[in-house]
């Protein structure tokens, strides 16, 4: 009984592991089919928006598409030193 829990303790953290290791960010993010709609058009009777409070986000500047499988941008980059 001993040895199936310690092949277990050594396997699970092994297979949990194993799902993020090809992680790539070619598949299309949910935030990719955001887009801009009209303002909101206040009914009559209420009070109009605050133009001060409205959010302008800019257009993204166009970027060098990345290579096919490469790792995610908010993954953290690897760390080498040069001896």
Do not use: H, W
């Amino acid at each position: 009984m001993q040895k199936i829990n310690i092949f277990l303790v050594m396997v699970i953290p092994f297979l949990f592991s194993a799902c993020s290791i090809n992680e790539t960010c070619d598949e299309p993010q949910p935030y990719q089919e955001s887009y801009e709609s009209n303002d909101i058009t206040v009914p009559s009777g209420l009070d109009e928006l605050q133009t001060s409070r409205k959010i302008v986000i800019p257009r993204a500047s166009p970027r060098v598409s990345s290579q096919k499988k490469s790792p995610c941008i908010d993954s953290p980059p690897s760390v080498r030193t040069t001896q």
